[in-house]
């Protein structure tokens, strides 16, 4: 499914370092999402939008932060990386009517060593 | 905020056994109950869903049921085949804020 695509697919960065993670979507969907995976601990939301003027702020933003382009675009930023954001990210986008499930794409596995 | 619990964080069965995955949730408001599969290095894909008008969905060998007194809900797979074999999250949103809030995830092993 290449309706949520994300780049890179993997990714080594040193310590200190400024990474931007991209993800692009073709489903006119109107929200999109940052969550990051660590084993044990399932999904957790860093950043959302709603729309390209609304980003806010999810239960995990401190570290991160994230630029919505346009409709179809949405990138997540590690100002200054640090190993404990070592682990797999996604974006997921969703429609605001009625179909609540979300798209995820493919993930970013980001390795900070 | 919502918290959702999941357990047991592993499963394992044998091939044609049912599987069973809890999930407990803490926002009373939270109206929809999604789960999806996840494959081994793969995204995680919607399997099933449920709303909070509903006690109970089938869908093929799948089905999830809720509980909205308890605030619980789970997912049931019948005539387990390896191909099941996966890691399953459950999931809650918080009413008005289309937001899902994830379960840390089930390990679910089907031996042939």
């Known amino acids: 499914d290449a309706d949520v695509t994300q780049t890179p697919r993997n990714r080594i960065t040193k310590t200190g370092k400024r990474i931007m993670l991209e993800c692009s979507q073709t489903k006119g969907h109107d929200r999109m999402y940052w969550y990051r995976q660590d084993p044990g601990l399932g999904l957790r939301l860093i950043y959302y939008s709603f729309d390209v003027k609304d980003i806010n702020k999810g239960e995990i933003s401190d570290g991160y932060s994230v630029s919505r382009q346009a409709q179809a675009k949405f990138s997540l930023s590690l100002e200054s990386a640090i190993p404990n954001q070592t682990a797999l990210y996604f974006c997921a986008t969703s429609d605001r009517i009625g179909d609540y499930g979300y798209t995820f794409g493919s993930g970013t596995r980001l390795t900070v060593v | 905020g919502e918290n959702v619990e999941q357990h047991p964080s592993t499963l394992s069965v044998q091939e044609g056994d049912s599987a069973v995955i809890k999930c407990t949730y803490s926002?009373?408001?939270?109206?929809?109950f999604p789960w999806y599969k996840q494959e081994l290095g793969k995204r995680p894909q919607l399997i099933i869903d449920i709303r909070s008008n509903v006690g109970e969905k089938k869908d093929q060998r799948i089905a999830v049921t809720l509980n909205k007194t308890a605030k619980h809900f789970s997912l049931h797979i019948t005539e387990t085949q390896p191909e099941d074999s996966a890691v399953y999250f459950c999931?809650?949103?918080?009413?008005?804020?289309?937001?899902?809030?994830f379960g840390t995830g089930t390990r679910l092993t089907v031996i042939p």
């Open positions: 999931a809650a949103d918080r009413t008005g804020a289309n937001n899902l809030f």
């Open positions: 926002d009373s408001a939270s109206n929809y």
